[in-house]
C-alpha cells in the first residue's frame, strides 16, 4: 500500500507549522489507525464516528492517499442504515458493533463533503455514480429533521424519536454538507430542487435566527463555524470572528473549546485557522496554526494531542486522535492550494440555494 512520502505532500507544507517529512508522518500514522476493511477510528481500540471518520479520509485525499480514502468511503457505505444515517458510534471491531445508536443530523450529512472532495481530488466519476445513492439517502434523512423555522434538529433517537432542538454548529455544518451533496447531484445528473430550498431555509435560519437554536454560546464551535460552514461570509463574518476572539484565542497557544475553561484543543484551533482562511485572513490562520504545534507529538509518529489544559500545563484528554490531525492537515492543505480542500471549504464553486424570504 502507499503511503505519501515527502514528494507527495508538497501542499501540505507550511513554514512553521508542517515541513514535507512532517506532513508525511503525520499521514502515515493515520493511516496506520485506519483498519483494513477501511475504517478510521479516534484511535485504535477507540470508537469511529461518521463525522470524524470523513474528516480524516478527506486528510488522506489531500496527501494523496486516494486508495485509503476511497475504502473509508466504501465502509460508510456498507454500514449505513435503511434509513440513510449512521449511527453516531462504533466500536473498533471488525462487526463495528454500534455503541451510540442515536442517528445524529450533522454526522450523517457530512460524508457529502468528504465525498465530493473525493470527486474533486480523484475526478473519479464512477466513484460519483456509486456513492450518489449512499449520499442521496443520507441527505433525505438529515433534511427529515429540518424545522419549519430552516434549523435542523439535532437527531433521532433508536426509536425514531425526532430530537427537534437545533445545534447552530451542527446546522452550519450540514449548510456546508448540502451544498456538496447539491455539488454531486449536479455532477450525476440528478439535480435536486428540493434541497435547494432547504438549503436556503437552512441559510437564513443560521444568518438571521440564532434564537432557534439552542444556547451553546461557551462553545467555540458556536462561534466559528456559521462562517466555517459558508452560511455566514464576508463583513458579517468579520464581524463575528472579531467579536469573539477575545474570548476564545489563547494567544500562543491555541483556541479554546469553551470560554470559561483553561483548555485549548487542536480540532478547534484547526476549524479556526479554515475559517479565517475562507474569510481570506490567511496570516491569521497560519498564526492560529503556528500556537498548537505544541500539541504535536513526533515521538508518536506525529499525530496530535486533543487537547492541553494549561493552567495545569497538562495534555488532556492523554489521546492522539485521527480527527486532530485530520483537521490540520486539511486547514494546512487549503492554505497551501490544494484544489478539492479549497473547494469544498472555499465554496465559491458550491451551489448557494434557493433564496429564502421565510420569517
Known amino acids: 500500500m502507499s503511503l505519501s512520502g515527502p514528494g507527495r505532500t508538497e501542499r501540505l507544507v507550511l513554514p512553521g507549522v508542517l515541513t514535507a517529512a512532517q506532513a508525511a508522518a503525520t499521514v502515515a500514522s493515520i493511516a496506520a489507525v485506519q483498519r483494513s476493511d477501511g475504517a478510521i477510528p479516534w484511535f485504535r481500540g477507540h470508537h469511529l464516528d461518521p463525522w470524524d471518520h470523513t ?24 454500514h449505513q442504515l435503511a434509513d440513510g444515517s449512521w449511527y453516531a458510534a462504533y466500536d473498533d471491531g471488525v462487526a463495528a458493533a454500534p455503541t451510540d445508536r442515536g442517528r445524529e443530523s450533522n454526522f450523517c450529512a457530512y460524508p457529502a463533503v468528504g465525498v465530493w472532495h473525493h470527486v474533486l481530488s480523484t475526478g473519479d466519476e464512477v466513484f460519483a455514480e456509486r456513492m450518489w445513492p449512499m449520499v442521496h439517502a443520507a441527505t433525505e434523512f438529515v433534511l427529515g429533521l429540518q424545522q419549519p423555522g430552516g434549523q435542523i434538529g439535532w437527531k433521532r433517537e433508536d426509536d425514531g424519536r425526532a430530537v427537534t432542538d437545533g445545534l447552530l454548529t451542527g446546522s452550519s455544518s450540514v449548510h456546508q454538507a448540502l451544498r456538496c451533496a447539491l455539488a454531486l447531484a449536479d455532477a450525476v445528473g440528478e439535480p435536486q430542487p428540493g434541497w435547494e430550498a432547504a438549503l436556503g431555509r437552512l441559510g437564513h435560519a443560521v444568518r438571521h435566527h440564532p434564537e432557534r437554536f439552542l444556547d451553546k454560546n461557551r462553545f467555540s464551535m458556536d462561534w466559528y463555524y456559521p462562517v466555517l460552514g459558508g452560511a455566514l461570509t464576508g463583513a458579517a463574518a468579520k464581524e463575528r470572528i472579531e467579536d469573539g476572539w477575545d474570548r476564545f484565542v489563547v494567544p500562543g497557544l491555541g483556541v479554546r473549546c469553551v470560554d470559561d475553561r483553561p483548555w485549548v484543543t487542536g480540532g478547534e484551533s484547526a476549524e479556526l485557522a479554515l475559517a479565517l482562511w475562507v474569510m481570506g485572513e490567511s496570516d491569521r490562520a497560519v498564526e492560529i496554526l503556528r500556537s498548537i504545534r505544541h500539541l504535536r507529538a513526533e515521538e508518536q509518529g506525529g499525530m496530535y494531542w486533543t487537547g492541553y489544559v494549561f493552567e495545569d500545563d497538562a495534555v488532556w484528554p492523554v489521546e492522539l486522535t485521527t480527527w486532530t490531525a485530520g483537521s490540520i492537515l486539511l486547514a494546512v492543505a487549503a492554505l497551501g492550494g490544494d484544489e478539492a480542500t479549497t473547494a469544498v471549504f472555499g465554496g465559491e464553486s458550491l451551489p448557494v440555494g434557493a433564496a ?3 420569517c
Open 55 to 78: 474528516e480524516a479520509a478527506m486528510a488522506l485525499d489531500a496527501a494523496g492517499e486516494h486508495e485509503r480514502a476511497e475504502r473509508a468511503y466504501e465502509w460508510l457505505r456498507r
Open 356 to 358: 429564502s424570504d421565510c
